[in-house]
């Protein structure tokens, strides 16, 4: 067997479209399908990327998918003239969609006889709800050993990413179904960090907050074993007792619980308030809406660090719960507007 070295490639390359092929194709539960994809030219993409071992767990790194139209073969971007020339100039029928996916996680695979890095993505599918899109429709219908094109840090580079939670001893994770493969990376790297603790050390603590879909989705989100300091919450929008919840309704009233905050702060962000008790000052600091996508500063070890990502008007509430209702430092917070209702990636 051979073990495929690392190609060299430019190192003024930033960014670079590598050729994959479908590796398997698994339904996980009704919203998600979980597709891999591998091949000798994924070798060339960022090494903190990859990582070295079998298994590599890549938090909310994520790559560009390049959708192609249906009946079309899959093309390579021609990124010489860079991203809006070699690809975005190019007719839509003609070229198809760019989808951003997070990377569940990277390990090693058999592909012609070398070792190659297979990437695991997690897609949300919505067929039968009215709401496919390409990304979707591509993830409902692909099959094994088809070519897909994707886009990638190059090996100089960083991956691309938000989440860095600075030692911070409190962290709280939150997002909606597009963040499930970001969210349960962090969750199981926790786990897997906690268990192995070493004696006498200090322990983060973190609460990782999911909505989904269907109470299906929520079984098959689960974390190894239960440990003290790693909670997982999995909140069903279809589930519960009270009957079906609206998108980010169940997520906001978990995160204002583990807040400490009332009910009524819950509905104040939702209907896109800010709430009551810290309005004036809130306005008075930034009357414009804040950015849909913000990395946090360094944290110190005793403030907390907060993560947001999912659909942009609930990640602005999310915020706003945090920052305008809990007081959390604005600056301890990353949130990122994955998605927005309505509106097409590309």
Do not use: N
């Not at 947001?308 to 507007?337: N, W």
Request: charged content about 25%; hydrophobic content about 40%.
């Amino acid at each position: 067997m051979t073990v495929l070295e690392t190609p060299e490639a430019p190192a003024a390359e930033p960014v670079l479209c590598v050729e994959a092929v479908v590796t398997s194709v698994e339904q996980l539960c009704p919203s998600f399908r979980r597709i891999g994809l591998a091949g000798p030219e994924l070798a060339r993409l960022s090494p903190a990327l990859l990582g070295a071992g079998e298994r590599t767990r890549c938090r909310d790194a994520y790559i560009k998918l390049l959708v192609p139209p249906p009946g079309r073969e899959p093309q390579r971007a021609d990124l010489s003239l860079g991203l809006r020339e070699g690809w975005f100039a190019r007719p839509a029928e003609e070229r198809g969609w760019m989808r951003t996916y997070t990377v569940r996680g990277v390990r090693r695979t058999t592909f012609c006889g070398m070792v190659v890095p297979e990437l695991v993505i997690d897609v949300v599918v919505h067929e039968g709800h009215g709401q496919e899109g390409p990304g979707s429709r591509w993830a409902a219908a692909v099959t094994g050993g088809e070519r897909v094109y994707l886009l990638g840090p190059g090996p100089q580079e960083r991956p691309w990413a938000a989440w860095d939670h600075g030692g911070a001893r409190r962290v709280l994770a939150v997002g909606d179904e597009t963040a499930a493969p970001a969210l349960m990376s962090v969750a199981e790297e926790f786990a897997e960090e906690v268990g192995g603790q070493r004696a006498g050390g200090a322990r983060p603590r973190l609460d990782v907050v999911l909505e989904v879909p269907h109470p299906e989705d929520a079984r098959a989100h689960r974390l190894p074993a239960e440990l003290p300091d790693v909670r997982l919450h999995v909140l069903p929008r279809s589930g519960g007792a009270d009957g079906p919840a609206g998108h980010g309704h169940r997520a906001a009233g978990r995160l204002a619980d583990l807040l400490g905050l009332p009910g009524r702060s819950v509905s104040e962000v939702l209907a896109g308030r800010r709430p009551e008790r810290t309005r004036a000052l809130a306005l008075a600091e930034d009357p414009a809406e804040p950015r849909a996508w913000s990395v946090a500063a360094p944290v110190r070890e005793d403030a907390p660090y907060v993560f947001l990502a999912g659909e942009s008007g609930t990640v602005r509430a999310l915020r706003r719960l945090c920052v305008d209702a809990a007081g959390i430092p604005k600056e301890h917070v990353s949130f990122m507007g994955y998605w927005r209702r309505g509106q097409a990636e590309s």
